[in-house]
């Protein structure tokens, strides 16, 4: 079912499968059409099964990424790159291992860096100096973040330092064996360099994110529901399954 409101397009799938397949569909489409283009990722378990799908078509030679460079949206810091819980990690093993990107066009925020100032300004300045991300893909958390912009009394424009919140690490606390271990720390695109992308797509699945889902497309625009910032974007494709989609598909 897909449905318009404000300027969201929202496409309400059957299952995370079918939300996983509609997302990868977007990106690859975006790289036949652009082979060049600059993606911006995300990490977490909603990605998993698009990046899966993305892998699929690439071994069936149906997309190239010779050309493409992509921007991942956060790293947990100070974590070595090694660290199977980082997200560089997750990145190699999810999906850069699998395709044909070049290692010199993959840019994390460098969780090694003793320099987090002069980290965050290089950052922003890659993506400004490369014309800026073409897609974006987006989560969100339980608590509306995204990237790790948590909630706060304003928007943080560009890549900085954030304190993930009580609710960030008992969410993430699911990947760890204590919860003691869960980075409270992350290095993360600011929210005016996701709203710069030309194009998002948000996917959310799952009964949890159902709440974060219906503030953002409904509730008022404010830093306390980070995501409800995308309202004032004008392309974001948000993909949801049911459950995810259960607060707002009578509420049309
Ligand atoms: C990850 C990121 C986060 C996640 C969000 C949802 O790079 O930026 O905003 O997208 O926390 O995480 P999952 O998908 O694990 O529910």
Request: proline residues 3%; glycine residues 6%.
């Amino acid at each position: 079912m897909n449905i318009n409101i404000g300027n969201f397009k929202i496409i309400i799938t059957e299952n995370y499968e079918e939300m996983s397949k509609k997302a990868s569909d977007m990106v690859i489409s975006q790289v036949i059409i652009k082979p060049d283009s600059n993606l911006g990722l995300a990490t977490g378990g909603t990605p998993v099964g698009m990046y899966k799908e993305i892998i699929r078509n690439y071994e069936l030679d149906r997309v190239d990424f010779s050309k493409v460079k992509s921007f991942n949206l956060d790293e947990y810091y100070p974590i070595s790159r090694d660290n199977n819980q980082s997200y560089t990690y997750y990145m190699n093993t999810n999906l850069f291992n699998h395709i044909n990107i070049l290692k010199e066009n993959i840019h994390i925020p460098n969780s090694e860096t003793n320099n987090v100032i002069e980290e965050c300004e290089n950052y922003d300045k890659m993506m400004e100096d490369c014309g800026g991300i073409d897609l974006q893909i987006l989560g969100i958390g339980n608590n509306g973040h995204i990237g790790f912009n948590e909630p706060d009394t304003y928007f943080e424009a560009r890549t900085h330092l954030a304190d993930l919140n009580k609710e960030t690490i008992e969410a993430n606390s699911r990947y760890f064996e204590k919860k003691e271990d869960v980075p409270k720390k992350a290095l993360s695109m600011g929210i005016g360099s996701i709203m710069k992308a030309k194009k998002i797509v948000l996917l959310a699945s799952g009964e949890s994110k159902a709440k974060a889902v219906e503030k953002m497309i409904f509730g008022k625009i404010e830093p306390g529901v980070p995501a409800s910032i995308l309202q004032l974007h004008e392309d974001v494709i948000i993909i949801l399954d049911k459950e995810a989609a259960s607060l707002i598909i009578n509420k049309k």
